[in-house]
């Protein structure tokens, strides 16, 4: 079964940083030219947040409203692998964050729907607390 495999997450003051990687090396090869790979969050009692996403054929990126400005996308493609780059973390960013895959390119809108990805990352939990 393919899987995303995801690293990074912790513990970290409001304010702080950390960076989340997601391995995409076990896509199934027709994935490899064109990919888009989300980062989505879930907080307990909420619903899955899609949050940002990055083609990787041109490097397109998304990111909410909530997320703009702090968090950032980047690919490394000779690694397989894909980054969220988080700043300026805030308590209300505490969730489990997910990687996700999905055939193709990102799209407005559509990026932050679950139904969009066909595999994913098997979660990381970020704490943002004093």
């Known amino acids: 079964q393919v899987q995303l495999v995801q690293s990074g997450g912790g513990l970290v003051q409001p304010g702080g940083s950390l960076r989340l990687s997601c391995s995409t090396s076990e896509l199934p090869s027709d994935y490899s030219d064109y990919h888009a790979v989300g980062w989505f969050r879930q907080a307990p009692g909420f619903t899955r947040e899609g949050i940002s996403c990055i083609s990787s054929s041109d490097g397109t990126t998304y990111y909410a409203d909530s997320v703009k400005g702090r968090f950032t996308i980047s690919r490394d493609s000779a690694k397989d692998t894909v980054y969220l780059q988080m700043d300026n973390l805030k308590p209300a960013d505490t969730a489990v964050y997910y990687c996700?895959?999905?055939?193709?390119?990102?799209?407005?809108?559509?990026?932050?729907?679950?139904?969009?990805?066909?595999?994913w990352g098997q979660g990381t939990q970020v704490n943002v607390s004093s």
């Open positions: 996700a895959a999905a055939r193709g390119w990102c799209y407005a809108g559509a990026y932050a729907l679950t139904e969009t990805y066909d595999f």
